[in-house]
């Protein structure tokens, strides 16, 4: 074992250690599992720019946090939807989430009462914004 | 009927209509249901101030959203816990309804599981904020 | 009356009984009396994904409160407009509300003051972004 | 004239400066003209720590903006308390701003209908917790 | 001096007196500087629908406040960019302050670190939109 | 190597794993250092609420983000307090991060002029919210 801070093996920040490579894939594993290809296009498009960012979303966000046994995946997408709307200005997250909602086994009518429901805290343009992001995720399931 | 708005009956803005008692007398049996005395608490102290406030709180944010079958009461108090957190300043909201989640049945660990779930899209500083609120309401549970 | 909860009449949440159905029409002889037919139409554009999340805003938010004597209805656009000026992220709904205030009597220089104003309070960034959308409007007005 | 960039007089961001004096001196009587002394007293609590800051807030938001022509003093209070209730955590800040909507002529009921407006666009968690700061200024109006 | 509020000059709010030209000049020089054309073209775009705002972004967040010798403009970017990030829906001002940033000599990594960094604090969202502006502005100056 | 997802070792969300102690030493290592016992007193004030969220204040901002070359700690702390000043509702933090400022070597007038510059794009309610935290903060290190 080499992680431990004193010994002279790769530095906790760095993104391409194994070991932060092996908390990445089982991120990516958890983002795919619930995303599908989605999420990990996101991570891609930061290859370029922030990858220390992509890397972060998936080993923290997905990896340790996501995967945790205290809440069913369900209840992690109630949550992030109710985070999202009342943020405001995050539609793109939104857009996803609204998707893995679908994914782990939201039903649209689930979907749309959270956000009204989030309209008493948040007020009625946040949940009219996330109303229009749920209308253009159920439209291109629709297509496909 | 009365209620057509073209008829000479009270109007709709008329809190104290007996439309409008009726919605919230429905409105405050939810929130009792749910909350306990502590809701019923923050809609008396309005009475001299905005009983306006008061009777939208009770008739529109219980009566007609929060009673709607749509979701069921432990996933609104996660969609409720994700929008707190994420707005900050709430804290006496939080309290309340952190406290109302208990009541519906959502456990200790689920609800500071939503908060940490919370952290990843809201930042960690809010995440904390509505922490420190969980455990007040829990230490108040472990004293009664 | 059959709006008393222990009745056997329609419940309370339900959107379609002769009551909500009465409350929405007086909250959209409301909107459409501010906003013309722009308001009704964000209600319209709801009606396949959230038919509620409409029902609630024209019930609600506009037959509930706007129509309130307590304050006219420059001034409350002009709460309004620092609301969402200050919100950010709802671009939609500060287009609808400033033609709502060119609507209600509002001057375009009050409009844009009114802006300047909330920039003390909210910062300039929020403040240059609502003032671009007063530019929309007031073009669209131009035009026609 | 030495307020040119290019002469040698004081620099523009020297508030102590003839030219800054004077425009601070404009701003403090115009805030204490609608805030009596609360307005000035959190002008000189900055003097130790943040002189700047207390300059600008005179000069800038009250010299500069607030004395502008374009709106009466009561709609710039709707827009600031609209602006308050919707940021939160602004309570020391509505304090203030809500006895300054006493002094200019709004009445409580106008203050306390601009709240609850505000609650539709900005959910109930704030308009409750400016209706508690409108409680406490209310308040202690009526002792004095 | 005509600046004197007593004295017969013009008002402080005349943003076309000599003292207000010369304060916008100024900070109109300031903006110049550190943003090239970018931002004056935001200031002129403003003349026609909000005169007064463009001219308090350039006197005053320029002219007053950019300018103070108390911070170096790398630091004032980097605050700036935690701000703007953590407010969220202020992308065209990342925009512009972003070019601003690599303009008074923060590195590429510096920028995308320091919104990195402000994830932690205002969640991965906010940072996710922050650094698709900034790819954006640094595929701009590869293009030039 | 246990970490790889597929093996049989303990699971990334285990906070007590051996690699997440390595991760969680360091991070504490490096908010000591920067932060001395204020900030290790919020991580064992979790203990008892809430460990998992202290395990990753701890492993993931302080261990992943903030020991991270690619920003000095003062730039660091420059764009935390812009984050934090914006986001409002964080004086808590506020005051642990304006003391970790203090102690990475910016100077009390870096600090308030770094919060006065947020002025601009947060608003001045902000801005005094966080400028009174650093008086309170430089108060209790004239004490001691």
């Not at 991120?27 to 290859?47: F, N, P, T, Y």
């Amino acid at each position: 074992m080499t992680t431990n801070p004193d010994a002279a093996g790769p530095a906790q920040h760095d993104i391409d250690s194994p070991d932060n490579i092996a908390r990445r894939d089982r991120g990516l594993a958890v983002l795919s599992r619930i995303d599908g290809h989605q999420g990990e296009a996101v991570i891609d498009s930061l290859a370029d720019i922030s990858p220390a960012l992509g890397h972060h979303v998936a080993a923290f966000a997905f990896g340790d946090i996501y995967d945790r046994p205290g809440l069913d995946p369900c209840s992690r997408q109630l949550v992030t939807i109710g985070v999202l709307t009342a943020l405001g200005g995050c539609e793109p997250q939104l857009k996803v989430h609204i998707g893995a909602a679908l994914n782990v086994g939201l039903g649209r009518e689930e979907i749309t009462e959270a956000i009204l429901h989030a309209a008493v805290y948040a007020g009625f343009p946040r949940a009219l914004n996330a109303t229009f992001v749920a209308r253009e995720v159920f439209a291109g399931r629709d297509v496909h």
